[in-house]
C-alpha cells in the first residue's frame, strides 16, 4: 500500500526518510503560521522556538510537497516509534493531529493530483498540545525566532530555509516572507548597534 505525506515546513528541504517521489503542489483552504513552540528542535523548554504548523482558511492554499512511499520497511522505518532515524513520529511529535487531505498540482485545477495525503497539524488545543504557541505579531514572533536556538540549530535557519524552499517552489507565502522580513531587520539592527 502506498503511503503519500505532505511535508509544509522542514519536510519540504530535508524529508530524512526514504521516499519514491517527490511532488510540489498544495492544499486547499489551510494557511502555514509561525504559531508552533519548538522546545525538541529549535529551541528549548526554556525558550522556545517557533516554527509552523497549519490553520484552517477558508479559500487559502498552501504550498508544499508531498513524498510518495511506497516500500512496507521504509513507512515502518518513517513511522516507527523506537526506530533511531530521524522518523516522522519522532520529529513530528510535537504534532498533536494527523489530517489525510487533498493534494493539488495546478493552481487552477480543481480535481486533486492526489487523496488521502497525511499531514501533520499542531492543534490550538492546549489540553492536547502544550507547545502551541498561537498567533502574535510579526515582530514579537520575529524577535522570538532571532533568540531561539536548539539542537537541530537556530529557529532562524529553520525560518530562512523554508523561506528558500518556498522561492525554489516559486512560491509566495507572505507569513513567511513578512517574517523572514523581520528577523534580518532585526539582525541587521543589532549588528549596527554591536559594532
Known amino acids: 500500500m502506498v503511503m503519500w505525506v505532505f511535508g509544509y515546513g ?16 498544495f492544499i486547499k483552504d489551510y494557511r502555514r503560521v509561525f504559531y508552533q513552540g519548538s522546545t525538541d528542535h529549535r529551541g528549548t523548554p526554556e525558550f522556545p522556538g ?7 482558511a477558508e479559500g487559502e492554499v498552501c504550498w508544499g510537497a508531498a513524498y510518495k512511499i511506497s516500500k512496507k520497511e521504509d ?16 520529529r513530528e511529535k510535537q504534532y498533536d ?4 487531505l487533498h493534494f493539488f498540482t495546478e493552481p487552477t485545477g480543481t480535481t486533486p493530483a492526489l487523496s488521502g495525503v497525511m499531514v501533520y497539524i499542531a ?9 502551541y504557541l498561537g498567533p502574535a505579531s ?19 535557519e529553520y525560518l530562512f ?11 509566495k507565502d507572505k507569513h513567511v516572507s513578512d517574517l523572514a522580513n ?6 541587521s539592527e543589532r549588528e549596527l548597534t554591536a559594532s
Do not use: M
Open 10 to 25: 522542514s519536510l519540504i528541504w530535508k524529508a530524512g526518510f526514504n521516499f519514491d517521489e517527490r511532488i510540489v503542489g
Open 50 to 56: 517557533r516554527t509552523v504548523t497549519l490553520e484552517p
Open 75 to 90: 513507512q515502518e522505518i518513517a513511522l516507527e516509534v523506537d526506530s533511531y532515524l530521524k522518523h516522522l513520529e519522532v
Open 97 to 100: 493531529k494527523k489530517a489525510y
Open 123 to 131: 492543534s490550538p488545543d492546549k489540553k492536547l498540545n502544550v507547545n
Open 138 to 156: 510579526i515582530e514579537d514572533i520575529a524577535k522570538q525566532i532571532v533568540q531561539a536556538k536548539g539542537p537541530s540549530g537556530p529557529n532562524r
Open 161 to 171: 530555509k523554508l523561506e528558500e524552499a518556498l522561492l525554489q517552489f516559486e512560491c
Open 182 to 187: 523581520e528577523v534580518r531587520r532585526i539582525i
